[in-house]
């Protein structure tokens, strides 16, 4: 079931936190951490942004012990 829009209001948007790409923000993907909450447009854009911090993680020092 398909809720009705009026044609005059628009969705709230909000842009990915990688790509930048606006989009309606109850269709964002919304993965929360301890301290962050990003938007992404898709699992492509999630999984490079998880990509960057552990690149980043890893270059900090003591980075990489477990």
Same mark, same amino acid.
């Given at each position: 079931?398909?809720? $009705?829009?009026?044609? /005059?209001?628009? $969705?709230? @948007?909000?842009?990915?936190? +990688?790509?930048? @790409?606006?989009? $309606?923000?109850?269709?964002? /993907?919304?993965? +929360?951490?301890? /301290? *962050?909450?990003?938007? *992404?447009?898709?699992?492509?854009? *999630? ?6 911090? @552990? ?5 900090? $020092?003591?980075?990489?012990? @477990?």
């Amino acid at each position: 079931m398909t809720t $009705p829009t009026h044609p /005059d209001i628009q $969705p709230q @948007k909000i842009a990915c936190s +990688v790509c930048l @790409k606006e989009i $309606p923000l109850n269709l964002a /993907d919304t993965p +929360v951490g301890a /301290d *962050y909450v990003g938007h *992404y447009c898709g699992i492509e854009c *999630y999984e490079e942004f998880a990509a960057r911090q @552990k690149v980043e993680a890893a270059a900090q $020092p003591g980075g990489n012990q @477990k």
